[in-house]
């Protein structure tokens, strides 16, 4: 079974830009959920998805946005880009209510 | 919210001696899990643990969870090089289905 596959691996963007990242998760997990980790914050949750719906959100400005298509592959966008985005964002899926969360490799976005 | 506090933050054994790393909840914890990283990369799971007094062991590590202390501890028996990297503990956060809440880490060095 393949991992959970998040591109690309790497991003530099300039400040004010927006990016979108990609997350394809194991195949029959509907569940997709981000996090963005940070030297100074750690790992913090930013939102989840299942069935193509938000269902819970973090604590982050509405800059931060995701989607999810019907085949469960899932979206993070960022808009107006601050330094502070600069972080690993890492996403995570799962059957619904089973078992441990699979974690991507994540994305490095570094902000300049 | 759930909290969780690691301890100790950071961690440098000799080649060959056991350590454990502690993972305090604030609140009851409903699934608990372990996770290595290395720098900058995903995260590797290691253990789940649901029930209170679980115990749970893979190779070397064993993890156990104390409901009533609302802590679990992760245990490495005749550390290894191998070992080394971050050591984080995540808790769901049984009120809002999906969403993960981590500890700070537990930055682990193996010296040879």
């Known amino acids: 079974k393949a991992g959970v596959t998040q591109t690309p691996r790497y991003l530099i963007k300039t400040r004010g830009q927006q990016v979108t990242l990609s997350c394809s998760p194991i195949s029959g997990h509907r569940s997709v959920s981000w996090y963005q980790q940070t030297p100074g914050q750690g790992l913090q949750f930013l939102f989840e998805?299942?069935?193509?719906?938000?269902?819970n959100k973090g604590n982050f400005p509405g800059r931060f946005s995701g989607r999810q298509f019907s085949n469960s592959r899932s979206e993070m966008n960022v808009s107006t880009l601050e330094l502070g985005d600069s972080a690993l964002y890492l996403c995570?899926?799962?059957?619904?209510?089973?078992?441990?969360?699979?974690f991507g490799s994540g994305t490095r976005l570094t902000v300049v | 919210s759930q909290e969780l506090e690691q301890s100790p933050q950071s961690l440098i054994v000799q080649e060959g001696k056991n350590l454990t790393i502690n993972c305090t909840s604030s609140?009851?914890?409903?699934?608990l899990y372990w996770y290595k990283q290395k720098y900058g990369e995903g995260l590797i799971f290691l253990m789940m643990?649901?029930?209170?007094?679980e115990e749970k062991s893979h190779e070397k590590i064993t993890a156990k969870l104390d409901e009533k202390k609302q802590q679990s501890s992760l245990h490495i028996t005749a550390s290894q090089p191998s070992h080394a990297g971050i050591y984080l503990c995540?808790?769901?956060?049984?009120?809002?289905?999906?969403?993960?809440?981590f500890g700070g880490g537990t930055r682990l060095m193996v010296k040879p």
């Open positions: 995570a899926s799962r059957e619904q209510g089973l078992g441990g969360y699979t």
């Open positions: 609140k009851t914890l409903y699934g």
């Open positions: 995540g808790a769901d956060d049984n009120n809002a289905g999906n969403m993960l809440t």
């Open positions: 998805y299942f069935s193509e719906t938000q269902r």
């Open positions: 643990l649901q029930k209170g007094g």
